[in-house]
């Protein structure tokens, strides 16, 4: 009995020196590679609006229209989430810039699994610039390792505030991502360009901006939008931060596209082909 | 007044896509100058010198400009941009990369995707997918434009312009290019073809894209797609059309099988003649299409190719 003792109490001893500079090893894994993740959410017209410009000119019609998160910024979350899930990750921070409202796109970001949240809040017309250098200032504080962006938001359509965030921070960037692969201090990112695609390879910390077929956003659950309500989310104004959000680009009037002449359905390809040679005269 | 071209190119030739942008830049106002930043871009940049308009081309030599990465070539353009009352580039995914960095470090707005120069600091935009087009003045001292290529004639050939070294700037060596995948096909560029043969969710399948090819043919036409055509695998991503994939303009374009989403017509709805071809009558494609056929593409489109001799 002695000497099974004495041979599990050598096992014990062998098992626990194998053991502890693997234990500490991992705290130093964890602690050192904390990966903070910052994901920048907008809220815009949802994607199904068909907006109405309205008849003085003075802009867009979106009063009582449904507004939703970005698409491209659900995508966002939902990356900067399966990152999490996939152990890179280890905290996302959700940050929004724009009225009081902008609050339950944020809940929303928390549903999909944000585990907080920062309004930096204002009433001023927020332009890309401005937006990038209040996102700046929030880097600074939080220190994330990425920064996941929506390539664009579907309102202004601009396609600046990643790669402008980018150029404040000093960061190299991934732009139109549809696959994002971290590995260690290093971020890969295949992207969609006109031609087809690309692949890139970042030094960490980076900012990568995403495009359709990154992935598909979960739904939201019930269970998850209760939790949601319990996350923080912090608010600030642009003063805080230190930043002058004043708009750069002075808006003269906002106008209809051109009309296009009512078209005819034509009733077989015979007409089509006499149609498209004699009359638009395009073959 | 004096304006800065960002080229898109091989580093052999120029893209059609910095044609467009000459001619928007010579619209602001005063002189044109071309920046190449390229690897053995010679022949990119003799190309540029011929170009009618363009006073100056400048050349930044480097293997860290081979492959267009964003940090690169945004450092080369700040390199002189003091000396430019406007820079500009394509609004392709090579220029929309690019421009946003040189305007943040410059302290500048960007507009992006200009479709009209209305004056040296007021240009015509479009927001909303395409739904409304914005007036917009900027009172920085540095104009930062993207151009939308539909929206600008090819500037022509037949200038001579000197072409000037410049001193490189370094790689960031914060990213480094690892591979691409390009497709070759001896169709027109879709992006400024004259005709594009487009189709969407209602082929059903990457195989019966293919019913589309001999259509494409006789027309001499690229071939494009909507996004759940290319979400679904039926086509590669770059041939998307909408309001974040290609913006299209042709002579003429043919809808197959596409229900017109507002995004899709946003990256469309400019196109000269429209032709639609959906089983469904009511399909809001039609309320864009000069001509619509309603009824069973896999019927219409081979009629189509028939009938077109």
Redesign the interface.
């Known amino acids: 009995m002695a000497s099974f003792l004495v041979l599990l109490s050598k096992d014990l001893s062998r098992f626990a020196a194998i053991i502890s500079p693997l234990a500490t090893s991992a705290v130093e894994f964890f602690k050192g590679n904390e990966m903070k993740v910052l994901v920048p959410v907008k809220r815009v017209?949802d994607?199904?609006v068909?907006?109405?410009?309205k008849s003085d000119q003075s802009g867009?019609d979106i009063a009582n229209v449904k507004m939703s998160m970005n698409p491209?910024d659900e995508i966002a979350v939902e990356e900067a989430v399966r990152l999490k899930e996939a152990g890179k990750a280890t905290e996302i921070i959700a940050v929004s810039c724009g009225v009081t409202q902008s609050q339950e796109t944020l809940r929303t970001a928390m549903a999909i699994g944000a585990d907080r949240a920062i309004l930096v809040e204002t009433d001023v017309e927020l332009?890309?610039?401005a937006v990038?250098k209040l996102l700046k200032a929030i880097a600074d504080k939080e220190q994330p390792q990425l920064i996941i962006l929506g390539?664009?938001a579907?309102?202004?359509?601009?396609?600046?505030?990643?790669?402008?965030?980018?150029?404040?921070l000093d960061?190299?960037?991934?732009?139109?991502a549809?696959k994002v692969e971290v590995d260690g201090d290093k971020v890969?990112v295949t992207?969609?360009?006109?031609?087809?695609?690309?692949?890139?390879?970042?030094?960490l910390p980076?900012i990568v901006t995403t495009?359709?077929?990154l992935n598909e956003p979960r739904y939201v659950t019930l269970p998850n939008i209760m939790k949601a309500k319990k996350k923080t989310l912090d608010n600030v104004k642009p003063a805080d931060l230190g930043v002058d959000v004043t708009p750069?680009?002075?808006?003269?009037?906002?106008?209809?596209?051109a009309k296009?002449?009512a078209?005819?359905?034509?009733p077989?390809?015979?007409t089509?082909?006499d149609?498209?040679k004699n009359e638009?005269k395009?073959? | 007044m004096t304006a800065l071209v960002i080229a898109e190119h091989d580093n052999v030739s120029l893209k059609g896509s910095t044609l467009n942008t000459i001619t928007a830049a010579a619209q602001c106002g005063g002189d044109v100058h071309v920046l190449i930043a390229g690897h053995n871009a010679d022949a990119a940049a003799q190309a540029a010198a011929k170009v009618a308009g363009v006073a100056k081309v400048l050349v930044a030599e480097g293997v860290q400009f081979a492959?267009g990465?964003?940090?690169n070539i945004?450092a080369q353009a700040l390199s002189i941009a003091s000396n430019y009352s406007h820079i500009l580039a394509p609004a392709?995914?090579?220029g929309?990369?690019?421009?946003?960095?040189?305007?943040?470090?410059l302290?500048?707005?960007?507009?992006?995707?200009i479709t009209k120069v209305v004056s040296p600091d007021?240009f015509e935009r479009?927001?909303?997918?395409?739904?409304?087009?914005?007036?917009?003045?900027?009172?920085?001292a540095v104009k930062v434009i993207t151009v939308r290529t539909t929206a600008f004639d090819a500037a022509a050939a037949g200038g001579s312009a000197a072409v000037e070294s410049i001193s490189a700037v370094a790689d960031?060596?914060?990213?480094?290019?690892?591979?691409?995948?390009?497709?070759t096909s001896a169709r027109p560029e879709l992006?400024a073809a004259k005709?594009v043969v487009s189709g969407g969710r209602g082929l059903g399948s990457e195989e019966n894209f293919k019913i589309l090819e001999p259509l494409a043919d006789k027309?001499g036409a690229a071939m494009g797609a909507s996004?759940a055509a290319?979400?679904a695998g039926f086509v590669?991503?770059?041939w998307q059309v909408g309001?974040?994939g290609?913006v299209v303009a042709p002579?003429?374009y043919i809808a197959v099988g596409i229900s017109g989403a507002?995004?899709h017509l946003a990256g469309m709805?400019d196109s000269?003649?429209?032709?639609a071809i959906n089983k469904d009558?009511e399909a809001p494609i039609?309320s864009?299409?000069?001509?619509?056929?309603?009824g069973d593409l896999f019927e219409?489109v081979p009629?189509?190719v028939k009938?077109?001799g």
């Open positions: 017209v994607y199904n068909k907006v109405r410009v867009v491209f332009q890309p610039l990038a390539k664009q579907i309102d202004d359509d601009a396609n600046q505030t990643g790669q402008m965030l980018a150029a404040l960061w190299p960037q991934a732009t139109y549809s890969k992207r969609e360009i006109d031609g087809g695609l690309e692949v890139v390879s970042l030094t980076a495009d359709l077929r750069r680009l002075k808006t003269l009037k906002v106008s209809e596209p296009r002449a078209g005819i359905i034509v077989d390809v015979a089509l082909v149609k498209l638009a395009v073959i | 492959d990465l964003a940090e945004a392709t995914a090579y929309k990369n690019i421009l946003p960095r040189v305007a943040a470090k302290d500048v707005a960007q507009i992006s995707e007021t479009p927001f909303y997918a395409g739904n409304a087009i914005a007036t917009v003045q900027s009172s920085d960031s060596g914060k990213s480094s290019f690892v591979s691409r995948q390009i497709a992006a005709v027309l996004r290319v979400d590669p991503n770059d309001q974040t290609k002579e003429l507002i995004q709805k000269k003649t429209i032709v009558a039609f864009v299409a000069d001509y619509g056929i309603v219409i009629q189509l009938e077109l």
